[in-house]
Nanobody, 125 residues
């Protein structure tokens, strides 16, 4: 089994920053594709950022230039640095993982198999 535990959410004013962390454990290694997703009330879940084993990344258009995904393989931790936050970034943020496969699936946020419980991010205007 794979366990993913998010932390770092909170409330911040527009223009502020937050860094989310996701601690991964269990049957997972650095080859896995890792990603961040979010879901706002009344909206569908959407992919925010993804990173493949070699460090390549993909971002949703809405967060490009503001969010940065990274990982520390030694610590088994995934990060999402969020800058210039906007009220529309308010959502529950989830960490997710999928076994190694085509980078295309990772970059397009498809078929993630493992999910964390989520951490709430609230941005006020």
């Amino acid at each position: 089994q794979v366990q993913l535990v998010e932390s770092g959410g909170g409330s911040v004013q527009a223009g502020g920053s937050l860094r989310l962390s996701c601690a991964a454990s269990g049957y997972i290694d650095s080859r896995y594709c890792m990603g961040w997703f979010r879901q706002a009330p009344g909206k569908e879940r959407e992919g925010v950022a993804a990173i493949v084993s070699g460090g390549g990344t993909s971002y949703a258009d809405s967060v490009k230039g503001r969010f940065t995904i990274s990982k520390d393989n030694a610590k088994g931790t995934l990060y999402l640095q969020m800058n210039s936050l906007k009220p529309e970034d308010t959502a529950m943020y989830y960490c997710a993982a999928r076994p190694p496969s085509s980078r295309g699936y990772c970059y397009t946020f498809r078929n993630f198999a493992y999910w964390g419980q989520g951490t709430q991010v609230t941005v006020s205007s």
